[in-house]
């Protein structure tokens, strides 16, 4: 079975648990973007609880993008939950770079290593150090400069790294994948990237406590399960502007509906589909 | 009239001003579905302005999915409020069993005899006492499961105590009654359960100052108006999903159409519909 | 050219970044707004990010309905950068008259000086110091009896005050005008309103630094700026409703599908539907 297929059929089979400390702006496409694609999510945040849940979740999202202080002291109860439990847990560093407050916290937290980082090119660079980041939460780089700022970070968190564009790289220690799919109408609905945050939660989620799941014999890594969110992400934005063949469906004409129709797609993506829909370009090479 | 049929309409007539003190994850989508089913929502939840809201207002819900120090005492005040003009108020108790300090605060508030009670089954076990509840908001015990611990709150609180589900249960002193309606896609898109506590406030909404709407003669009681949200919800979502066999509209093929034509459900239901699509089960029996 | 096919052009070719502190329960429909229409948001609102912030943002929106002590401290820092900056801001006085809390930072704030303010009736009659206001956030007085509190605040402020209602009314020194445009439908989807007040923010943003875009020779100015906002809004939820001759689509039957087709009226009005669907009737008259 092609491993893309066989992580989406794992994901859904386990429905993970995916506790979510996001912000306030995308909390609901977040929880229904994690329920279509077939995951289980629980927005639990706070200080008192989320070092708890942490134990209990299949998988962790820390998303900057609401800088509080008393959400930061749940993200840290969150990482040490997680960390005990072995759970494993996402970074999405959103506004790095260009606010000073979060981006001081997120260079404290990314050194607790991150099972993954996912950001637009502008926070990749900015977390990794070397840049200024972009306005708000659009990049103003391309995910082509990030490269090297990913593969810096991978390098010292020892984590998956992805920058998420046009198309997408995602790169850990010795592979390097690029993945194309998705569409431009995804840059239109807020919170599509933050929800991919959490989607690479669920994927990864798959694996708590450590045990892998197997394609053919060979296991599959966090590498790959990175890989699939995305391609779960982009896939089921060209099944919403595209479509089935065999469909009388009107094609979205803008993003209201492309939204209603997105989520559809996450829904009923088939293993077979994604596959189909989706180009992986893979080197392995020196980071 | 069918008791149904009065309590819609009566529902709608009056337009209740619902005054909901809920999660983070759900405000938009409950303000969205009170204001498509035909009431009026206000998010009023601080310290400071709940109490004199909450004894202008129709109906006050109350939520314990974001569990913050400040919302809790929004909600004292709210409940201060609702209980001085009396102002029926419904308490969601979201979490509940899963979670320590929720579970706390949930056990403390129901004590203020909540007009009615509305969970799912793990939630309603955990609030009665007698288990230690689901993981996040999904229930993990079915219905039945929870018929004695609805009993008791009932019995302790004098109120309406309802338990959803594929089949939702609806308890109170005297009277037991089982509604059946609705579609499994409900569970594919947040909020529709915290949605259904708030449209339960604005059923309620209708009997604010005591005086209970007339159906040919009998009064409506709590008990029919809680009955009233659970089938007005559920009868949206199989209206969401079948359609009017005189439209010509496509049938949604995922949570995204669904969620909005779910909305438009809710908007559209004539109080025919809604006793056609919903069958009830009642019995009277000692609790 | 037509002042409203300048007006919309501009702001498309700019794209603003408008910076939000906003309520909510509506920040993710004000995002959604915003990217459909063709500006760029971010929900920027805690006190040690917003000074900083709104003198990179082209315009600022501070919107009342959630009245917390951070976000109203936030608040403070915003209108402070943007004064500084020369960024135009736009006050919404979400609740304004019902609530006293909201109020007296809502009276406080005004003698800020405001590029514009948007708000239903009651909050303009409220914020005038001239009544007592609505219940919650939907407005019980008609446009006309604010007529007289929109041309106080007008010359108190200095800047353009709008009124929104089934039409609207917009007043700044020495000019009234009405905009007819829009659909009831509008009133039964929370956000609406607020996503207007983020949206003025997004036109006036394009006159950032100070300079005016120019039509034929002739400067947009702000009234003419906050006019266009107003027939954008109103004239994507015609298209949504009544959409395009040529076009297959069902209609909206509910507020759950027109939400989506309004998102989609944003994104693709036309700036010579704009000019079609709005009818605009102006006085010059003293203030």
Redesign the interface.
């Known amino acids: 079975m092609h491993v893309l297929s066989c992580a989406i059929e794992q994901m859904r089979r386990q429905a993970p648990?995916v506790q979510c400390l996001t912000?306030?702006?995308?909390?609901?496409?977040t929880?229904?973007v994690l329920?279509?694609a077939g995951a289980?999510?629980?927005?639990?945040d706070?200080p008192?609880?989320s070092f708890?849940?942490a134990q209990?979740a299949s998988g962790v999202l820390l998303n900057s993008?609401t800088?509080?202080a008393?959400q930061y002291e749940g993200m840290r109860e969150a990482v040490r939950g997680a960390r005990e439990a072995d759970t494993p847990w996402v970074l999405d560093p959103v506004g790095a770079g260009a606010?000073?407050?979060?981006t001081e916290f997120l260079h404290q937290i990314v050194t607790e290593n991150p099972t993954a980082i996912r950001g637009n090119a502008s926070e990749i660079i900015a977390l990794a150090g070397m840049g200024h980041g972009g306005?708000?939460?659009?990049s103003t780089d391309g995910v082509e400069a990030a490269a090297e700022a990913a593969r810096a970070l991978a390098r010292t968190t020892g984590g998956v790294v992805a920058v998420s564009g046009p198309k997408d790289l995602i790169v850990s220690e010795g592979r390097v994948t690029w993945v194309h799919s998705g569409h431009a109408m995804l840059?239109?609905?807020?919170?599509t990237g933050c929800s991919l945050g959490a989607l690479t939660a669920a994927y990864l989620g798959v694996t708590r406590g450590g045990s892998l799941p197997e394609d053919d014999g060979r296991e599959l890594s966090h590498h790959d399960l990175v890989v699939a969110a995305h391609a779960h992400t982009g896939a089921a934005a060209q099944l919403a502007m595209y479509g089935r063949t065999q469909?009388?469906?009107?094609v979205?004409?803008?993003?209201?509906?492309f939204?209603?129709?997105?989520?559809?797609?996450?829904?009923?993506l088939t293993p077979e589909e994604m596959v189909d829909l989706v180009s992986i370009e893979e080197t392995t090479e020196e980071i």
């Not at 840059?187 to 919170?191: A, D, M, R």
């Not at 979205?252 to 509906?257: A, F, I, L, R, W």
């Open positions: 648990l912000n306030s702006v995308v909390m609901e496409v929880a229904n329920l279509a289980q999510p629980a927005m639990v706070t008192e609880e708890q849940f209990l993008g800088p509080s008393h606010l000073q407050r979060r306005r708000g939460v659009d840059q239109k609905v807020i919170g469909s009388g469906k009107a979205p004409d803008g993003p209201g509906t939204a209603a129709a997105w989520l559809d797609g996450l829904f009923q």
